[in-house]
């Protein structure tokens, strides 16, 4: 009888762990690491590759990547992964975040790091609640959710509107991605896993900072089954926080961040006048492109 060879499939990403997650039946958590670490994988740069983990249900990631990890404080990940950078620029540093941690006490470092154009990849994990702290209302949290700090439902009167982070981040001039995803369904883990790719692809080539949103469950804390919290995230989470791309910078035409911000202060003197020859050139280029394009659509009407 022939023998026939082997061919492998599908196998453990090399940089993650052979280790049982901590993570609850339903959480998304446990997709999520992986998608990154097949990144990691395909990419080639696990021995390049610095993680944080910060407070949350991401404070045990460093258990379960092969890279160098650090633990940061509630909320510091991205001022601990902007040091990183600044130290080691030839390194790939990635924050992976929850809401509660990136969105309320990181919202600070958040908004700056992300201002500042930071040269990093944030991984983000919006369940609208907190969850390793016991199930209280975060900043993600919809309108009229019940949580443990808001038992009879986020009353917006009081606790204000939950927090949509990547539209607010896509008003920064430092941002050259951001993208919400979720990881419902098969189709939509590979769109997740193609946006932290780029998400980390733009990292290695000094586009800016990037961050990707994933639209999570959280059946322990929601008091749900994991069946009913993917029902309960599609009917509920995706309508508020709509999936896709909010902002690109490459897509937009530009080589990256700088360049883009550039271009949308042409009109402003005390910044273009202070332009390196490269940016200028590249914003005069863009400028007479945006003419042509809105002489022809003049000229259609």
């Not at 930071?118 to 209280?136: H, L, P, R, S």
Request: a negative charge.
């Amino acid at each position: 009888m022939e023998e026939r060879e082997e061919k492998v499939v599908f196998e453990r990403p090399k940089s993650l762990l052979p280790v049982v997650t901590n993570f609850c039946p339903g959480c998304t958590h446990g997709i999520v690491i992986r998608l990154v670490a097949e990144v990691i994988d395909e990419l080639g740069i696990e021995g390049q590759t610095i993680g944080i983990a910060p407070v949350g249900c991401s404070v045990m990631a460093y258990d379960f990547f092969a890279c160098d990890m650090i633990e940061a404080a509630h909320g510091r990940a991205p001022a601990v992964a902007t040091a990183v950078k600044r130290v080691n620029p030839d390194n790939v540093v990635f924050a992976y975040q929850g809401d509660g941690d990136l969105a309320s006490i990181g919202m600070a470092e958040t908004v700056h790091a992300a201002t500042r154009g930071e040269k990093i990849t944030v991984i983000f994990i919006n369940n609208a609640i907190y969850g390793m702290t016991g199930g209280q209302m975060a900043p993600t949290s919809l309108p009229n959710q019940i949580t443990q700090t808001s038992p009879y439902g986020r009353d917006v009167s009081s606790a204000g509107y939950p927090v949509r982070v990547c539209e607010m981040l896509s008003t920064l001039d430092g941002v050259a991605y951001l993208e919400r995803v979720c990881c419902d369904s098969p189709k939509n883990i590979r769109k997740a896993k193609r946006a932290i790719k780029k998400a980390f692809q733009n990292q290695i080539d000094g586009v800016g900072y990037s961050l990707v949103e994933v639209v999570s469950t959280c059946p322990t804390n929601w008091g749900m089954t994991p069946t009913d919290a993917f029902k309960w995230m599609d009917e509920n989470m995706l309508p508020y926080y709509p999936l896709g791309v909010y902002r690109d910078v490459k897509a937009e035409g530009f080589a990256n961040a700088a360049e883009a911000a550039a271009a949308r202060a042409v009109d402003c003197p005390i910044v273009v006048d202070n332009l390196s020859e490269e940016l200028r050139g590249a914003i005069s280029s863009k400028a007479a492109v945006q003419d042509a394009m809105n002489k022809a659509q003049g000229g259609a009407q």
